[in-house]
């Protein structure tokens, strides 16, 4: 589970429907300071509260916890290098680093020298080694949650 993501899509959603903070809040019997938790991802609702906001939004809460984010800036794993580097700095900002090392073990290495170049003081190599041998299961899924995460910064950045 992403919480970044989840963020995101929680702020998303909220902005799609034309809700200020203070709004969602009311709607939710809940404080401005709980939904403002959420959006920056230092906490996630609890059961009951994702079963009153996907009553809200007309979703369902695993379309919350894991958002499917239709495709606006890329589709596949590698096309991060057509994102602009302070761009793509300022989201993989985002990604656990640990989570982020994995994802590069499934990429090419004109992809992994570009992460260096751009995070020069992670050491990927090192963190990889210390992690081992990863299921592609798991690189693929990290690697499809960076995807939506850019492709909902480029959706929120739309709004």
Not at 23 to 36: C, E, F, K, N, T
Request: aromatic share 6%; with cysteine; charged share 20%.
């Amino acid at each position: 589970m992403n919480t970044n993501l989840i963020a995101g899509y929680l702020q998303f959603l909220r902005k799609s429907h034309h809700y200020t903070q203070e709004d969602l809040a009311q709607r939710l019997d809940i404080s401005r300071q709980a939904v403002s938790k959420w959006e920056t991802g230092t906490t996630i609702p609890d059961i009951g509260l994702l079963l009153k906001i996907s009553k809200l939004y007309d979703i369902s809460i695993n379309d919350i916890l894991e958002p499917k984010i239709q495709p606006q800036r890329i589709t596949d794993f590698e096309q991060i290098s057509t994102i602009p580097e302070k761009d793509l700095e300022t989201l993989l900002k985002q990604v656990d680093t640990n989570c982020f090392a994995i994802a590069l073990m499934g990429a090419s290495p004109e992809t992994n020298s570009l992460c260096a170049a751009i995070f020069p003081e992670i050491d990927f190599k090192t963190i990889q080694s210390r992690i081992g041998r990863v299921r592609i299961e798991q690189v693929e899924e990290i690697q499809n949650q960076i995807i939506s995460m850019i492709n909902l910064q480029a959706v929120v950045q739309g709004t």
